[in-house]
Nanobody, 124 residues
Framework: QVQLVESGGGLVETGGSLTLSCVAS??????????MGWFRQAPGKAREFVAS???????????DYAGSVKGRFTISRHNAKNTVYLEMNSLKPEDTAIYYC????????????WGQGTQVTVSS
């Protein structure tokens, strides 16, 4: 069983920045191979894809982003720490949501593992 634990959420003003972290309780070799990502769910809305990072081979990874966050958010990972990050810049009130870390995401953006979520609130 893989556990994902997020941290780093909080309250920030419009235009501000936050970095979310997610630590996976899984062997290092497994984490290296696992497509990791972030989703979010705003009040009254469905959960939506934000970003993911998949391994192309060796230590080369490909990052994908939702159009609404491209250019503002950056996903990265530190394999030695079994950690994936989401750096969020130029935050907007519409970015307010619960952000979920996801693991083992397939090509349909379906995830096997989920974190408990961390709240991000952007004030206007």
């Amino acid at each position: 069983q893989v556990q994902l634990v997020e941290s780093g959420g909080g309250l920030v003003e419009t235009g501000g920045s936050l970095t979310l972290s997610c630590v996976a309780s899984v062997s290092g070799r497994t984490f290296e191979r696992m497509t990791m990502g972030w989703f979010r769910q705003a009040p009254g809305k469905a959960r939506e894809f934000v970003a993911s990072q998949s391994r192309l081979g060796g230590n080369v990874y490909q990052s994908d982003y939702a159009g609404s966050v491209k250019g503002r958010f950056t996903i990265s990972r530190h394999n030695a720490k079994n950690t994936v990050y989401l750096e969020m810049n130029s935050l907007k009130p519409e970015d307010t949501a619960i952000y979920y870390c996801a693991g083992d995401i397939d090509s349909s953006r379906m995830a096997t593992y989920w974190g408990q979520g961390t709240q991000v609130t952007v004030s206007s």
